[in-house]
Each structure stands twice: as structure tokens, then as C-alpha cells.
């Protein structure tokens, strides 16, 4: 069966200090992987997602990057934190080919990072 | 444009009574959606999806959804609550089989008062 890891579970971190969420997927091959954010109170924001070794596609501008340096494996990072990164992250996958229209997405159990 | 809207940032019922969760959604295309469910400080997990079958849809923990099209809703009821139900729950819209092309409700906070 498919399984999702994430880690840290939990983060604080001073404002310009760096940062590095890690996620991989075990079971699978070639997944899409995700990026979200969730701010407290609000929905969920896609970050990045990867077809690919490689291949990163961001959804909005910001502070943060990501790469997908093993099929399997998907790093969020930024070089220099500020207060607003603050959140809750999660990472998630679908398989690369699946009927149309059903796109379930897996999740970790999510990143809680606290900038101060 | 496609978007989705719940129509309650928190609803608060007692136990052994039924759940409603309320969802609306706008889409140029026939839409794939789901409902997931958040218990606190976790990742997300799917309740149930609907994608062009049977439009009554039936999830894990006794809820279910049912796809109006007239009334572009997909809301999420269960007949009776359990303190275990207390999470939030997120409506999710998807079209054209691109999981990036999700788009989430803001969710719905539900207590469970005993």
C-alpha cells in the first residue's frame, strides 16, 4: 500500500533563518506531488506541484521554493523565513494516471511551522 | 471560473442529532467533488468523492452527499453525530482530471456538543 511522510510535524523558526519541509511517498511510482499551505482560519492554498523529477510548477509568488530531486521525494524550502510563512503545510499525491475526474489527493499529516 | 463556497464557517449540533454541511459550487464543466475531513493538527481525509456516477454518494463514517445539479450543491449529512465527528470538513471542486486544478472551500468547523 501507498503511505505519505512528512516531517518536522512541528517547526519554530526565527524570521531569516532557513527552512526545509521534506515528503516522500513510499508504494508508488511517478506520482504527482503537492504542496499546500493552510493559514489559520482559511482554506488551503496549492504552493507547488511536480509531474516530475524536476519539474515544478508554482501556483503563486512567494518566499518559498521547491524541488523534486528523486521521483519519490518533494522539499519545500526558503532561504530566509519571514513571519507571513507562518502556517500549517501539507503534502500531498495522486498517481500520475487515474480516471478522469477523480483526483483524489493523498495527504501527509502536515507541517506546523511557527515563525518568530 | 470554477469555485467553491460552504456556506457555514461552523456549525454546532448535538450529539445523536444529524449533521448538515452545506456546499456550493460554480463550474463551466461537469466537476468531479469531493469532501475531506481535517481533525485538528492532521492531514486531510477523503470522506467521499462523487464523479458523474450515482449522484447520492456514500462515505466512510456514516456520511453521505448527494450532487444536485439544478441546484449546483453538494452538501454533506450524516443522521446521527458523534463526538468523534468534531473536525473540519472541506468541499473540494476538480474538472478536467488535474488534481491542480482543485479548488478548495474555506471548511466548515463542526462541534459536536454532548
Known amino acids: 500500500s501507498q503511505t505519505i511522510h512528512q516531517w518536522p510535524a512541528t517547526l519554530v523558526q526565527p524570521v531569516g533563518s532557513p527552512l526545509s519541509l521534506e515528503c516522500t511517498v513510499e508504494?508508488?511510482?511517478?506520482?504527482?506531488l503537492y504542496w499546500y499551505r493552510q493559514a489559520a482560519g482559511r482554506g488551503l492554498q496549492l504552493l507547488f506541484y511536480?509531474?516530475?523529477?524536476?519539474?515544478i510548477s508554482s501556483e503563486v509568488p512567494q518566499n518559498l521554493s521547491a524541488s523534486r530531486p528523486q521521483d519519490r521525494q518533494f522539499i519545500l524550502s526558503s532561504k530566509k523565513l519571514l513571519l507571513s510563512d507562518s502556517g500549517f503545510y501539507l503534502c500531498?499525491?495522486?498517481?500520475?494516471?487515474?480516471?478522469?475526474?477523480?483526483?483524489?489527493?493523498?495527504f501527509g499529516a502536515g507541517s506546523r511551522l511557527t515563525v518568530l | 471560473a470554477q469555485s467553491v463556497t460552504q456556506l457555514d464557517s461552523h456549525v454546532s449540533v448535538s450529539e445523536g442529532t444529524p449533521v448538515l454541511l452545506r456546499c456550493n459550487y460554480s463550474?463551466?464543466?461537469?466537476?468531479?467533488l469531493f469532501w475531506y475531513v481535517q481533525h485538528p493538527n492532521k492531514g486531510l481525509q477523503l470522506l467521499l468523492k462523487?464523479?458523474?456516477?450515482?449522484?447520492l454518494v456514500k462515505g466512510i463514517n456514516g456520511f453521505e452527499a448527494e450532487f444536485k445539479k439544478s441546484e449546483t450543491s453538494f452538501h454533506l449529512t450524516k443522521p446521527s453525530a458523534h463526538m468523534s465527528d468534531a473536525a473540519e470538513y472541506f468541499c473540494?471542486?476538480?474538472?478536467?482530471?488535474?488534481?491542480?486544478?482543485?479548488?478548495f472551500g474555506q471548511g466548515t468547523r463542526l462541534t459536536i456538543n454532548p
Open positions: 508504494g508508488t511510482s511517478n506520482p504527482n
Open positions: 511536480s509531474v516530475g523529477i524536476g519539474q
Open positions: 473540494v471542486v476538480s474538472w478536467f482530471g488535474g488534481a491542480q486544478k482543485l479548488v
Open positions: 463550474s463551466s464543466y461537469s466537476p468531479s
Open positions: 462523487y464523479t458523474s456516477a450515482a449522484t
Open positions: 500531498a499525491w495522486t498517481p500520475m494516471l487515474y480516471p478522469s475526474g477523480a483526483n483524489v489527493l493523498t
